[in-house]
């Protein structure tokens, strides 16, 4: 179970295509152990059907103001009362308008209107719907009022058309209503974070580098956004989107990689380097294209790299800083001797085979109590365990 398990959320949905993408979500949150409710305009189950959420949520599914189920004939009232969250996705111009106007003419409308928790929008329409001045207005007096809006995203439409207005997938805005219930441990802290690989050029198309897929600094950048921190995150080349409401710096090599994190360290307070650092570069990469020639071998030229944490960690007030290592053998010797080494209050090691480019990992924590299991996981819930450790390592500082 992750962090939003025992959490009472109401999914609304609205009339879209997007109504497919909502089926996945209530599966997510479903799975992840939420208490869901679901209820659906009339437009809404014109896309999806209420059998389908019915099957997915396994609760009975709500359309209708005057339902006969709910016996005193309040079921905006009754179905709102113990939610904690309401996320209506799709939500189309239609219904963002009504509830910007206060408008409460059908269950789902009337729900939200008289609900005491927050309200999540995942807005889904078309480009030009999303651009129109009334839709914008709407959306601005909206997030006045306090609505989280998640999304639009830009992208091609269901129409045809491309542009801002596709709903969010399923994943992303279980992403964020995960970071709604996440407690907020690192409130007003400032975190660094490098991840991904580097690439160290060796001629204008090769390149030197560590398998990285940037996964679970990135979803370190997104553990620490939820628990209320303001995250700067440096990204080696990487095919990863996101994460919103997070700095992103691209860069490519390991020079770059360092002058960035100099830029920023002296604003943070935490540097979490997830990055797999390439040791090595090539002194003096060729300029054109190495031809194969004739040579049966080839010898590279190349110099050390500067180790980026090792540089960070021994600033003279330097943030609280956490070191990744991934092993291939010897985890806990070899995680421990580096720990030592850059002189790092807290190290996260991992077998390299459990966890190149996957979702899962399986990783342990050294510090100066010892080694902390975390178990294994997906690397979205490792690293909000590794953002709870981190505040505990704060708060008894
Ligand atoms: O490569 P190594 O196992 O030493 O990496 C351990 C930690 O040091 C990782 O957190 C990595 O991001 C960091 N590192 C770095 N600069 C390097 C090499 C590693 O910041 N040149």
């Given at each position: 179970m992750t962090g939003v398990g025992g959490r009472r959320v109401l999914l609304g949905i609205t009339g879209g295509?997007?109504?497919?993408k909502a089926a996945d979500l209530a599966r997510l949150l479903v799975k992840s152990g939420v208490d869901l409710r679901v209820a659906m305009t009339e437009a809404g189950t014109r896309f999806v059907t209420p059998v389908t959420m019915q099957a997915l949520s396994g609760q009975p599914v709500y359309t209708d103001?005057?339902?006969?189920?709910i016996p005193d004939n309040m079921a905006h009232i009754e179905l709102s009362r113990d939610r904690e969250l309401i996320v209506i996705a799709p939500a189309s111009a239609d219904f963002i308008g009504k509830l910007a106007g206060g408008l409460a003419g059908d269950l789902l409308s009337t729900l939200c209107s008289a609900r005491r928790c927050a309200l999540m929008l995942a807005p889904a329409m078309n480009v030009e719907m999303w651009r129109n001045p009334a839709t914008q207005r709407n959306v601005a007096a909206l997030r006045d009022d306090g609505v989280i809006f998640a999304g639009p995203a830009d992208g091609d439409q269901a129409c045809g058309e491309t542009g801002m207005g596709r709903m969010l997938e399923a994943g992303e805005i279980f992403d964020l209503i995960q970071g709604f219930f996440?407690?907020?441990?690192?409130?007003?802290r400032r975190v660094l974070i490098t991840a991904g690989p580097t690439e160290e050029p060796i001629d204008p198309v090769r390149v030197i580098t560590n398998s990285s897929s940037g996964k679970m600094g990135f979803a370190v950048a997104r553990a620490a956004r939820d628990a209320g921190a303001r995250v700067t995150l440096v990204a080696g080349p990487v095919s990863l989107d996101g994460p919103a409401g997070v700095i992103r710096i691209n860069v490519r090599t390991a020079e770059e990689m360092f002058a960035a994190v100099q830029n920023a360290v002296p604003d943070c307070d935490i540097f979490i380097s997830v990055a797999a650092v390439a040791d090595y570069r090539v002194k003096r990469p060729a300029t054109q294209k190495i031809k194969k020639g004739n040579q049966r071998a080839l010898t590279l030229d190349l110099e050390e790299n500067p180790d980026i944490l090792a540089w960070v960690a021994a600033?003279?007030?330097?943030?609280?800083c956490v070191g990744f290592a991934a092993e291939s053998e010897n985890l806990a010797e070899h995680a421990m001797e580096k720990r030592a080494k850059k002189r790092i209050p807290l190290l996260a090691a991992n077998l390299v085979h459990e966890a190149l480019g996957a979702d899962d990992n399986s990783i342990t924590l050294f510090d100066d109590r010892g080694a902390h299991p975390l178990g294994r996981g997906a690397k979205g819930e490792l690293a909000r365990r590794l953002v709870e450790h981190i505040a505990a390592m704060l708060d008894v500082k």
């Open positions: 295509v997007a109504a497919y103001l005057w339902d006969p189920r996440a407690p907020r441990l690192l409130q007003g600033r003279p007030r330097p943030p609280f």
